[in-house]
């Protein structure tokens, strides 16, 4: 299984940096909606639907990506990326305050409806999210996915030498709030290294990426609710010994729209604000 998981995760890196790089734009965002439609099929999974009504989801998906990808043809970046902001603004506050009061009365969504609804602005925001990251900088987007990495790996670690306190026992027993302080403080080594090398110019990293850091265990949780309450292990089989796309892109789904404001943002005020 181990030997399986390194040649999996190999793979997929050796496509991934590439296709990041030297894809064009078009053809990055019609490779990453394949992508989000995979983990969208296993969104499907988690609430259960009929084959039928998981094809007409699909479908409906599908068409609706297919016309964004002609309107970015047609319209441009610029037309793409100023309603991809108003997508991360919304979903940043639905993660920074819808989640953790659901998550604090254990309390979520039980209507199908919305949470096909919800399923469908998660992989939105994460396909717009992918897109707008690989055309503004790739950079950016390498440093929000290997943050998440590291947090996941870091709070592994930290939980299985330290854990003692569990983060949220009815959701997913097995997380700690040593594996948090671990994620944390691996995450805070990062930012100092980032910014040391040079590759930031600005201190603001730290803080940006611990709330990164925290989303993406927001985001981990909140797929391990769905997953749980469908009696599921995996979110699929897509990835040899992985397991489902969903359970590997879990943090990386909050934490690209709200790195990707927190980027707008700073942007923003240091035009506004330089002197």
Known sequence: ??????????????????????????????AMLLLTLVCLHEWAGFLQLSPLQTRVYLALSTVTGVGLLVLLQQWGFHWFFYHALHVFMGMTLFWLLVVPVAMFFNTFFKQQAVNLLLGWFLMLSLWMALVTAQEVNPYVLLVIISTIWLADSAAYFFGKQFGRH?????????????GVLGALLAVAVYAVTLKAS?????????????????????????????????????????????????DRVDGVIPALPVGLCLVFWFHYWQQSYSF
Request: hydrophobic share 60%; net charge positive; proline share 7%.
């Open 166 to 178: 569990k983060l949220a026992p009815a959701i997913s027993p097995g997380k700690t709030w040593e």
């Open 198 to 246: 040079a590759a930031v110019a600005t201190w603001w990293i730290l803080p940006g990426l611990w709330l990164i850091t925290i989303v993406g265990i927001y985001g981990d949780l909140f797929e391990s609710f769905f997953k749980r309450r469908a009696n599921l292990k995996d979110s699929g089989q897509f990835l040899p010994g992985h397991g489902g796309l969903l």
């Open 1 to 30: 299984m181990l030997k399986t998981r390194v040649i999996t995760a190999f793979v997929l890196l050796g496509l991934f940096l590439p296709a990041l790089f030297f894809l064009p734009m078009l053809w990055w965002a019609a």
